[in-house]
Antibody, heavy 120, light 107 residues
Framework: QVQLQESGPGLVKPSQTLSLTCTVS??????????WSWIRQPAGKGLEWIGR???????NYNPSLKSRVTISLDTSKNQFSLNLNSVTAADTGMYYC????????????WGRGILVTVSS | SYELTQPPSVSVSPGQTARITCSGD??????TYWYQQKAGQAPVVVIF???ERPSGIPERFSGSSSGTTVTLTISGVQAEDEADYYC??????????FGTGTKVTVL
């Protein structure tokens, strides 16, 4: 059974880059059967899809975040990563990594999430 | 940008039926999925492709679709069903979109 685990700094300063990693165990990040995604949730608010990656170079992002987001794979470590630049307090929240089955973009397995606070 | 609209809250007594709607222009052309999120936990899929229930999800959860509105129905609500519920679909640009979310309160 696949497991996903988010890691990264819990505190990021405004204007800097938020960088998170999702470590995948029990499944291969290079699988052609799966999408890998990042989703976030501000405290007390709803879910927001950030973007996804499929194989090594097929990405798609939420249009509202597209100018600031990069998602990439590290096949040597079986991980995928999120970089979100020029962060503000509005980027504070719980960040989840998740897996979906290609071609359906439904996120079936999730990590437990990591809380990221943007503050000076 | 594409939006999926849900009622902010639904209150229901134990044993009664809760219905949660999700409306969006493209829902007649794309599948919708439903998630349950309990406090402090990651979301869990309770309905696939408008109407299918994953293994392990109780039979009291069901989904239906009519035009641009899909509905999650919880029949015989139990206290453990108190949670936030989100619909999920895909827009014309192949991006995922979550609904605005509905808080279900069991009275």
């Amino acid at each position: 059974q696949v497991q996903l685990q988010e890691s990264g700094p819990g505190l990021v300063k405004p204007s800097q880059t938020l960088s998170l990693t999702c470590t995948v165990s029990g499944g291969s990040i290079t699988s052609a059967r799966h999408y890998w995604s990042w989703i976030r949730q501000p405290a007390g608010k709803g879910l927001e899809w950030i973007g996804r990656i499929y194989t090594s170079d097929n990405t798609n992002y939420n249009p509202s975040l597209k100018s600031r987001v990069t998602i990439s794979l590290d096949t040597s470590k079986n991980q995928f990563s999120l970089n979100l630049n020029s962060v503000t307090a509005a980027d504070t929240g719980m960040y989840y990594c998740a897996r979906g089955f290609y071609p359906r973009m439904v996120w079936t397995e999730w990590g437990r999430g990591i809380l990221v606070t943007v503050s000076s | 940008s594409y939006e999926l609209t849900q009622p902010p809250s639904v209150s229901v007594s134990p044993g009664q039926t809760a219905r949660i709607t999700c409306s969006g222009d493209a829902l007649s052309k794309q599948y919708t999925y439903w998630y349950q999120q309990k406090a402090g936990q990651a979301p869990v899929v309770v309905i696939f492709k408008d109407t299918e229930r994953p293994s392990g999800i109780p039979e009291r959860f069901s989904g239906s679709s009519s035009g641009t509105t899909v509905t999650l129905t919880i029949s015989g609500v139990q206290a453990e069903d108190e949670a936030d519920y989100y619909c999920l679909s895909t827009d014309s640009s192949d991006t995922s979109v979550f609904g605005t979310g509905t808080k279900v309160t069991v009275l």
